[in-house]
């Protein structure tokens, strides 16, 4: 297993690498200069070529790649051009937010698609089975920025019973930030209140996101529950008088769920990306809100360390889920032998 682990990291390291090269030549490449916003529409020519030179727009772009890579591995992300702050230090501040919505939301889309996937697969063809079918078709059609106006809409406006937009409610205050997670240091704190706040302040957004996450795990592990039940080791189970639920709850369900968990690791990358229009929605303080920040100033560096962060963390899920999934089928890390 530690060699299998050892591999699949070794293996992001490529990704990552080519991924600062290629987010550097898209940030040059794309119209706009960051120097000429920065200094305003009534700034003179010789204004933006000092600006130009001050943050080493000028020299050549193979020059500007080798700094930029050389910071990258000394772990230097420079600093934002619009607000001149450390970028590492405003992306500190707003990655647990988005991971916190992010995990959430993954947490649902799993908890509801795997029993609803095993739900449609033992009633196949029957009406369950029709709904999750249309459920699934629903939530890869439905677009997330439409449903977050309609839950914001029904739930917020007309009934009131969930928070419009925000992360916590400013009389409630913030526990002292622990770990960024507000779940997670509202407990620490011992605020119950605090903690109540801040998971009603999750759900609308983290429903938002999920949806489509949730139609992919339910279909994925339905596919696979039908395929397993096909098997000669069930029909086997099923005449040696095995139990209905020790049946398909432990060895069916089992291998059933391992496509699906490679789906998930997949699906994080996707809830990445698509906080960023729930996070503009919602006003939820995450990367994605900080990145259209970063878009709308051209400010590079922000943009740069933004990809390049939310590219580390979807390198380490993705290896995360690769154990998960070697340990829920032994057989996945022995093909590396």
Known sequence: MAR????????????????????FVLTRVIPGDPAATLAGDSATPAQIADIRARYGLDRPIWEQALV????????????????????????GFRLPATLELTFFALFLATAIGIPLGVVAALNHNGPVDQLVRLISVGGLAIASFWLALMLQLVFAMEWDVLPLRGRVEVELGTPPLRTGFLLIDSLLAGRLDQFRDALWHLVLPAVTLCLPGLASIARFTRSGMLEMLQKDFVLYARAAGYGRFRLYAIYVLRNAVTVTVTQIGLLFGALISGAVAVEAIYDWPGLGTYAVQAILS????????????VGVVYAAVNVLVDVVQALVDPRVAEDIR
Do not use: M, N
């Open 4 to 23: 299998y682990i050892l591999r699949r990291v070794l293996l992001a390291l490529p990704a990552l690498f080519g991924l600062v090269l290629l987010t």
């Open 68 to 91: 930029h890579v050389k910071q990258v591995l000394t772990g230097d992300l420079g600093s934002s051009i619009f607000s001149g702050r450390p970028v590492i230090e405003e992306i």
């Open 298 to 309: 051209a400010d590079y560096k922000a943009l740069l360390a933004v990809t390049l962060v």
